[in-house]
């Protein structure tokens, strides 16, 4: 489920702005890696890791100039047990 986000951004040698910190939760997440990134005509996605090592994916909607969490790190809640 796509969660909308307040995302600080830089602009890249290549005019595209990529993000170096988001809240999301209430929680402010520092972005320590860009591990990937890729462009569709109408929205740029980064999976990005956290500099508590957890890993996200972004979207950034070029029509809107909106950023989304598309995925999130499971919780505890999501985990299945063990038997």
């Known amino acids: 489920m796509e969660k909308p986000l307040r995302?600080?951004?830089?602009?890249?040698?290549?005019?595209?702005?990529?993000?170096l910190e988001f809240v999301a939760e209430g929680k402010e997440v520092r972005i320590a890696e860009i591990v990937d990134r890729w462009f569709d005509s109408d929205c740029n996605y980064y999976k990005v890791v956290s500099d508590?090592?957890?890993?996200?994916?972004l979207r950034h909607n070029l029509e809107t100039a909106g950023w989304e969490l598309v995925e999130t790190p499971p919780t505890t809640d999501d985990v299945p047990s063990e038997p």
Do not use: A, Q
């Open 7 to 19: 995302v600080r951004t830089e602009v890249d040698e290549k005019g595209n702005e990529k993000p």
């Open 52 to 57: 508590d090592e957890i890993s996200y994916l």
